[in-house]
Structures are given as structure tokens and as C-alpha cells.
């Protein structure tokens, strides 16, 4: 029988006979499966956890688990996996963005992988191309036990050559060639001249020719599942007529058809400062970031990509002021009053890594009570910026706004130890080889040793990779999002526990004024 962990402060309890004294051996999170295995009596549960079982009470169990969210620890990058609230055949898991590493590879594989062979899916979204948002996928991807229905992306096809991103229209101000079809895509990387050696031709090649990605499509305002009341658009399967309880609305990439070919779709150049006509590739890729809006019943997230000042002030001038440059501060505060109607949102992953290159204007129209902020170690960027966590604190909504940062919570660097890291290698190498061996003629005795030797590696393996995802992502720094729509965990898991609470908790529930703070654990 599975169950879900209730809220609160919710522990397992070692196993005890009738009359003995309850021990609390292991503290979890509301929403955490539970394989109720048996009754211990009238009041608690039986549990299996791994290997071992453990008892609960029962009035700490639920048959409704909550939406997730988590926002992985990668380093220098953004990483969320996006699990719907509902199970079975109706549930959807998302990978927005996956770092540059192999760590959102060993969240997957420790976590879903375990669930079904091969895991499908729904969607990979990258939200631009920039490679500490999409490298991560190259090993997903190369996987023949993960397939996706989608990949999406923003449109911008990075390719060899000097035009990057490929040509701009006659006036110079707007990237003409975005890729928009699965069609599109295949053709502009169908030859390793086209290719080159780039790292997101490589990557889109390989979800092209594995045979394990449904199809490979853009995500803009105009391209997207389309709503004929008001035209606005969201992701495919997540409108309103879909479910009106859970809905993911694209607010970014606009597409700015040209006036002369209507159906040829435009993405404008950014440049250094808001209205400058200098093109910047980096800018650029950046401003056109894919932005989702996440509503789940009372509750709403914004995922604000790599967004910058340039990008915000053309985004709040399409939603705020049809277009125009506000003229004076009665303009602007109308301005964001607009806009804050598309954008606001209790929770907003933080534009680009904490970086300084935002507006004042845009967080007002978010205007979240916690902001999550995904950094790394040993960058040239300063990642968060000091002056920004200060911002966020004065533009967040409440006198105390959460700020919760993958980099701070961490509070050591990455680490692989290299021993463990030149045994995978090695074991990667010698399955490789047996392998290849298996599939030859062999006598029997030869092959069945050979095979127990192959599953003895493939243990050993995924052992190792447990205990690298475990120091790099499953402890330092990954923030654990869940919520119904009317109350909200944020938490994050301590390096040491204090007695048996690992867990760092915030709760909040949604009131009249909107989500206040619940319980500080």
C-alpha cells in the first residue's frame, strides 16, 4: 500500500513490540513515499525504507502527496526537476535545465531510475544555450534507460562559424534563422560539418539520432499550446482546458514576427544597456531565456532563467506598457503594476545565478516571498552578487523574505574523491569491454563467469555513483520545494543533524494577505 508523509515534524520510529517506549530514528519530509508493508497496531503503521522497516503513526500519513520541485546543487548552473502532484499514469516529471556536470545524471539515476526501466520523461527543457544550463543533458541523454516526449528550447541554435547564432535580418536588430520544428533542427545539424565541435550541436544530435527523445520543439509566447480566450501561451498539456488547478504559462522567449514575412518568427539582439544597439551574443542567448510560470492551485513559481537588465526592461515594456518606453516614474509604476499581473509570484528562481544584471522594476513585478538563487564555487562571476542578496531582501514581499542559495547552503565545494572517480572510470571501462565480449561466442562456463563478473562491476558502479551524488547533490546545497497549493515546504538538508532533525524546514500557509510563514524548523 503507498502512502505520502504528512506536513510537519514528521519522523520514523524504530520498530517496538506493544508497551515499549517509541525512538525516533529517522526525520522525513510531508509528500515522502511510503511503503506501508503492514498495521504494528490500532495507531501505527508498518514501513519498509530501503531495507529496513521502521513504524509510523498513522495520523503522520496522507493519500495525497504534494507537487515538487527540486532545485538541484550543481555548481556554477540551474538544474530543477519538477515532479506533478499526481501519480500513476497521470503523473509528469520535468528536467528544467541540468547544470554543465554529470550531478543531475546522478540525481536521475539514483532517484527514477530505480522506479522503472527505462524512466520516460515528460519533457527536458533548456532554457537557453548556454552550457551550465544544457551540458548536464549530454549524459541524460546518452542513456538508453531515459527517454523524453519532449525537448524544448528557445529557439537560439548555436552552430560553428561567425554568425553563432545564426544570420540577423536586413536591419541588423533581430536573429532571423530560430529553429522552431523537430524538422528544423535536423536539418541544420545533419552533418558533422555542421556540427562542428560545439557542445549544443553535439547534444541536439544525440537526442535527435537516439530514437529515445518524442520530438524537439521551441518554446516562445507564440509557439506553445496556444489559448484561443485571451492568447496566451502555455506549455503543451499544462493550459487551463487541460487542467485549470495546474498550469505553466510561457512568458518568455517573445518572438517578434517580421512585419514583411508574418510567419517568419524574430528574436531582437541584445546589447550592453537596455536600449543599446550593440549586439552581444552572451546577452542575447541570456534575455531569450525560456520563462515558465508554474500555478498549482493558490500557488505560483516563476523560473527566471538567465534574464538580465536589457531583457527585464524589454519584458516589462511588452507586459506593462505595450511596448513603449515608460516617460516619467508615474508610467513606470504603472509600468510594473501591469506587469506584475503576468509575473508575480510566491516563489522565483533567481535570474542568472545571482547576478547583479537585473532590474529593480522586474523583482517588483515578481515580488516573491523566497527566492531560490542556484551558484557554484570556484567561478570569476561572484555568483551571488553581495548587493544583490541586499536587493532581494528590500524588494521580496514580507518584512523577512527567504532567501535560499545552492552555493550558501552547501557551504563546502564540490567534491569527487579522485580514487572513487579513477575506480569508475575504471569499472565504466572494463563493462565496455565485457560486453562486447559477452555478445561473442563463448563457452558456456566463460560466459556465465563473465556475466556474474558484469553484474558484480554494475554494483560496484552504481554504489560509487550513489556516494558521488550523495556528497554532491543529495546533501550539500539541493533546496526541496513541495507544496498542495494552499501550504508550501521550502527546505534543505542540514550537513550535520542536530539529534535526529536533518532537515532545515520552512512552512508557510496560504491566509487572506497571501502565503505567511507557518513554522521555522
Not at 169 to 174: E, H, L, P, Q
Not at 302 to 329: C, I, M, V, W
Not at 474 to 496: C, S
Amino acid at each position: 500500500m503507498i502512502k505520502y508523509a504528512a506536513s510537519g515534524d514528521v519522523y520514523l520510529y524504530r520498530m517496538f513490540n506493544p508497551g515499549e517506549r517509541k525512538v525516533k530514528e529517522k526525520q522525513i519530509l510531508w509528500g515522502d513515499y511510503l511503503n506501508i508493508v503492514g498495521e504494528v497496531d490500532a495507531e501505527w503503521y508498518k514501513v519498509k525504507w530501503g531495507n529496513e522497516h521502521f513504524a509510523i503513526p498513522k495520523a503522520d500519513v496522507r493519500d495525497e502527496r504534494p507537487m515538487e520541485v527540486i532545485f538541484l546543487d550543481v555548481g556554477q548552473g540551474d538544474s530543477c526537476i519538477l515532479t506533478t502532484a499526481r501519480g500513476g499514469a497521470d503523473e509528469r516529471v520535468l528536467i528544467i535545465d541540468a547544470g554543465a556536470n554529470s550531478n543531475t545524471n546522478g540525481y536521475v539515476k539514483y532517484r527514477f531510475q530505480k522506479i522503472a526501466d527505462p524512466f520516460k520523461f515528460h519533457a527536458a527543457v533548456i532554457t537557453h544555450p548556454d552550457e551550465d544550463h544544457y551540458g548536464g543533458f549530454q549524459r541524460i541523454f546518452d542513456s538508453p534507460k531515459i527517454t523524453f516526449d519532449k525537448v524544448y528550447h528557445n529557439g537560439i541554435a548555436e552552430r560553428p562559424g561567425e554568425e553563432r547564432l545564426g544570420p540577423s535580418d536586413a536591419s541588423g536588430r533581430y536573429l532571423s534563422d530560430i529553429i522552431v520544428t523537430h524538422d528544423q533542427m535536423a536539418n541544420l545539424y545533419r552533418t558533422e560539418e555542421q556540427r562542428g565541435r560545439m557542445s549544443f550541436p553535439k547534444l541536439m544530435h544525440t537526442a535527435l539520432s537516439s530514437g529515445r527523445v518524442g520530438s524537439i520543439e521551441m518554446l516562445s509566447t507564440t509557439h506553445g499550446d496556444i489559448t484561443r480566450s485571451d492568447g496566451r501561451a502555455w506549455l503543451q498539456g499544462f493550459s487551463p482546458d487541460d487542467d485549470p488547478e495546474f498550469t505553466i504559462e510561457i512568458l518568455g522567449p517573445v518572438v517578434e514576427p517580421d512585419p514583411d514575412h508574418a510567419s517568419a518568427p524574430r528574436l531582437r539582439w541584445f546589447g550592453p544597456t537596455p536600449d543599446s544597439k550593440t549586439k552581444d551574443i552572451g546577452k542575447t542567448k541570456n534575455g531569450h531565456s525560456i520563462l515558465l510560470r508554474l500555478r498549482y492551485r493558490d500557488f505560483t513559481l516563476l523560473f527566471g532563467g538567465d534574464l538580465n537588465r536589457s531583457a527585464e526592461t524589454f519584458l516589462l515594456r511588452h507586459y506593462g506598457n505595450q511596448g513603449a518606453k515608460p516617460k516619467n516614474e508615474a508610467e513606470v509604476t504603472q509600468m510594473v503594476r501591469e506587469a506584475r499581473k503576468r509575473f508575480s509570484s510566491d516563489v522565483m528562481k533567481s535570474c542568472h545565478h545571482g547576478s547583479s544584471d537585473v532590474t529593480d522594476e522586474f523583482l517588483e513585478a515578481v515580488f516573491p516571498f523566497a527566492f531560490i538563487i542556484s551558484s557554484g564555487d570556484e567561478e570569476s562571476h561572484v555568483h551571488p552578487r553581495p548587493d544583490l542578496l541586499g536587493r532581494l531582501g528590500k524588494k521580496g514581499r514580507s518584512d523577512a523574505p527567504l532567501l535560499l542559495c545552492t552555493e550558501l547552503l552547501r557551504s563546502t565545494r564540490e567534491f569527487e574523491p579522485p580514487a572513487l572517480r579513477r575506480r569508475l572510470t575504471a569499472i565504466n571501462d572494463y563493462l565496455d569491454e565485457a560486453l562486447d565480449r559477452v555478445s561473442t561466442e563463448l563457452p558456456p562456463d566463460e560466459r556465465k563467469a563473465l556475466k556474474a563478473e558484469i553484474a558484480s562491476k554494475r554494483k560496484e558502479r552504481d554504489k560509487i555513483t550513489y556516494e558521488l551524488f550523495k556528497r554532491n547533490v543529495g546533501v550539500y546545497g539541493a533546496i526541496t520545494l513541495r507544496t498542495d497549493g494552499k501550504e508550501i515546504l521550502l527546505a534543505f538538508m542540514r550537513e550535520k543533524p542536530l539529534g535526529k532533525k536533518r532537515w532545515q524546514t520552512y512552512r508557510y500557509l496560504m491566509e487572506a494577505t497571501g502565503f505567511e510563514l507557518l513554522a521555522e524548523d
